[in-house]
């Protein structure tokens, strides 16, 4: 599986961004998606994911009622809306799919990842 992601860019604190992860296996149903985040510097670090059908969501407690992570297996897309921007949410985000359905936190359980795309937040 190939993930190509978009959307990423430099925004205002407050403002908002959305990224678009675009996969070219047509066999994306099954697949649990995750988004992380990396600072420079730092550990890459959970977002958000989502269950194979779009019925489960988690979030990391840094992004719980900004960020909303949605799927459209048809378009084998997926698409992390990021509202309510702070500094600190500057990083490169990846996603990230696991074919094992495990909704899993950690970056080891997932298999394939896209190159990332930089979100800049100034203040």
């Known amino acids: 599986v190939q993930l190509v992601e978009s959307g990423g860019g430099l925004v205002q604190a407050g403002g908002s961004l959305r990224l678009s992860c675009a996969a070219s296996?047509?066999?994306?149903?099954?697949?649990?998606m995750g988004w992380f985040c990396q600072a420079p510097g730092k550990e890459r670090k959970f977002v958000g994911n989502i269950s194979w059908n779009g019925g489960i969501t988690n979030y990391a407690d840094s992004v719980k009622g900004r960020f909303t992570i949605s799927r459209d297996n048809a378009k084998t897309t997926v698409d992390l809306q990021m509202n309510s921007l702070k500094p600190e949410d500057t990083a490169v985000y990846y996603c990230?799919?696991?074919?094992?359905?495990?909704?899993?936190?950690?970056?080891?359980?997932?298999?394939?990842w896209g190159q990332g795309t930089q979100v800049t937040v100034s203040s």
């Open positions: 990230a799919a696991d074919p094992h359905m495990m909704m899993s936190t950690y970056p080891g359980d997932y298999s394939y």
């Open positions: 296996e047509r066999t994306f149903g099954p697949y649990t």
